[in-house]
């Protein structure tokens, strides 16, 4: 057999074409991680200039558009079926509008810090409803373990043992909910459209696309126009759309099939801290001792959760993974 017809080799480990394709997933991975933890700042600057429900709206719609001129370039096309667009109706409300729309509310009364923090509880309220709604999925002692402990960080975080003083209750119950919401959704996902036979980029832009018009008919019963537009909440509000909700989710996709999807969910490790990061310097938000160590407790519980006992039935390869179920260990949103 002539060179020219025998298969290339596979790269070394060692070579500089291996190393650069590992620098440029890893580097993506970073912008993944600096967007979505950046998120909750952009949350806190556009509530400055617009209503709760506006700042969702703006961000979904803007998160479309980058998703809509992708699925352009790529020349893909939108799901078909009235009973996939169903299921994507539903993703929509429980992965968007719905918790979008809580952590803005939220984030009127609580600290972005906080809200970046309760969104790592995601896995946590994941854990505890695959108990009850995926029965192949049962838990080892080690997930049990990080479930509690997870649980406890969630106390050290808002101070219980001084009885959640000068904490808002009702900011911080709603950032919770718009957690809980992200793993009810990923476990609808799950089961209804991990089928389908669509791409990512087709569902994705479906779904965004679902939830936007969610909001343009609710958003104006309540909400009025704002009597000004300032830059910086505005600019907030579409860096918010244009990159946490368009751009990430392209960056996400991509890094899930080119290392997997239990690599990428790594990413949801790093939001929170991003998120404090940003929050204290940026916004001057105060940092009492128990914020990052309870963040450090919960990190450490939601990573117990998503290990899997060896017995099982060897996981699918990448390109199963991310084809079959997108929506096994995928990262959570901002």
């Known amino acids: 057999m002539s060179h020219a ?61 980058v998703l809509a001129a ?30 979008f729309s809580l952590f803005a509310y939220a984030e009127l009364t609580i600290p972005s810090t906080l809200a970046g923090i309760c969104n790592a509880t995601t896995p946590l309220w994941g854990m505890v409803l695959s108990l009850v709604a ?27 043992w001084q009885g959640f003083s000068g904490l808002d209750v009702t900011g911080t119950a709603l950032a919770l909910l718009a957690s809980f919401s992200y793993a009810v959704g990923w476990i609808y996902v799950r089961r209804t459209l991990s089928g389908t036979g669509a791409s990512h980029l087709s569902l994705a832009t479906g779904q965004v696309g679902m939830a936007t018009l969610q909001l343009a008919l609710v958003t104006p019963f309540f909400t009025t126009l704002p009597e000004s537009v300032e830059i910086l909440p505005l600019l907030a509000v579409i860096a918010l759309g244009a990159l946490g909700t368009g751009y990430a989710m392209l960056l996400q996709y991509g890094v899930v099939a080119e ?36 963040a450090a407790i919960v990190l450490l519980g939601a990573a117990l ?30």
């Open 134 to 160: 995926l029965s192949e999925d049962r838990p080892t002692r080690v997930r049990a373990a990080g479930l509690g402990i997870g649980f406890i960080g969630v106390l050290t975080v808002l101070g219980a």
């Open 305 to 334: 959760t998503q290990t899997r006992a060896s017995s099982r039935t060897p996981a699918p390869s990448r390109a199963t993974a991310s084809v079959a179920d997108p929506s096994r260990k995928t990262p959570t949103r901002a």
């Open 70 to 99: 992708a699925l352009l370039v790529k020349r893909d096309r939108l799901p078909r079926g009235a009973r996939t667009w169903g299921h994507l109706a539903v993703a929509a409300f429980l992965l968007n509008a719905l918790p």
């Open 259 to 294: 290392v997997g999807p239990t690599t990428a969910s790594m990413v949801t490790y790093f939001i929170p801290v991003i998120a404090t990061a940003a929050g204290v310097a940026f916004l001057g938000e105060h940092l009492a001792w128990n914020t990052p160590v309870g």
């Open 5 to 65: 017809t025998a298969s290339a080799p596979t790269p070394s480990p060692l070579s500089p074409s291996f190393r650069a394709r590992l620098l440029d997933w890893r580097v993506r991975f970073g912008v993944l991680a600096l967007i979505w933890g950046f998120s909750f700042l952009f949350i806190k600057v556009g509530t400055d200039g617009f209503a709760p429900f506006q700042v969702t709206f703006g961000r979904l719609l803007f998160g479309t558009a």
